[in-house]
Structure formats: C-alpha cells, structure tokens
C-alpha cells in the first residue's frame, strides 16, 4: 500500500522557517524522482520543487528559488523541504508526490499531472 505522509506544516510569522517531511513507505523511494507542490485556496495546485532519483539534482520554481531546499534521504524513505524566509504569498497546502510519467509540458516535472503517488497534504500558514 502506497503512503505519503507529510508533516511540519503550522502557523509561522513572515519571514520565519519551517521544514516539511514527507515520509513514505509502499514503493521503492530511491528509485522514485520526488517533488512538493502547493495549493492555495482558489488556486490551481502549483509545482515548488523537484529532485531527482539518480543524483538529487534539484530544481525550483521561481518565486522560491534561494529561500526552499528541497532534499532526500534514501535511507529514511523521506524526502524534506526546508523553508526559509517565508511570506504570506507562501500560505498553501502542501503536498509531496512521487513523479511517475512525462506529460506535454517541458519540463513536465513542474505539471501535477506528471505525479503519480500523493500524500494528503500539510498545512502552511504565513502571517504578515
């Protein structure tokens, strides 16, 4: 059975920290591309970031680049991200995913749909 569970979201001013987790068990993680995602309330779930499986290159979108560190370690089946400076504009669920198939956007790592095992989501609270 599949699981993804993600914790250490929580409420935190601007401009402070917080690391996600996301553990997962049901599938072999190591060889598995990772990645986190948000969705704020009346948006579309939006990609943040990627690692990949063979040498945890890792990737960012744009507005988080310099302030998440997204990480793995294979031995834990558990995959992180470190969040720092954190702005209100940041406040979203957050989901970790394991990415499983290409779509028609380049690069498809930044489309949901490319992810194929979800967790359940955490909860990230930025207050101004």
């Known amino acids: 059975q599949v699981q993804l569970v993600e914790s250490g979201g929580g409420l935190v001013q601007a401009g402070g920290s917080l690391r996600l987790s996301c553990a997962v068990s049901?599938?072999?993680?190591?060889?598995?591309?990772m990645g986190w995602l948000r969705q704020a309330p009346g948006k579309e779930r939006e990609f943040v970031a990627h690692?990949?499986?063979?040498?945890?290159?890792?990737y960012y979108e744009d507005s988080v680049k310099g302030r998440f560190t997204i990480s793995r370690d294979n031995a834990k089946n558990t995959l992180y991200l470190q969040m720092n400076s954190l702005k209100p504009e940041d406040t979203a669920v957050y989901y970790c995913?394991?990415?499983?198939?290409?779509?028609?956007?380049?690069?498809?790592?930044?489309?949901?749909?490319?992810?194929?095992?979800w967790g359940q989501g955490t909860q990230v609270t930025v207050s101004s």
């Open positions: 690692i990949t499986w063979m040498d945890s290159t890792t």
């Open positions: 049901g599938f072999t993680f190591s060889s598995y591309a």
């Open positions: 995913a394991a990415y499983g198939r290409e779509t028609d956007r380049i690069p498809s790592y930044i489309d949901p749909r490319a992810y194929v095992y």
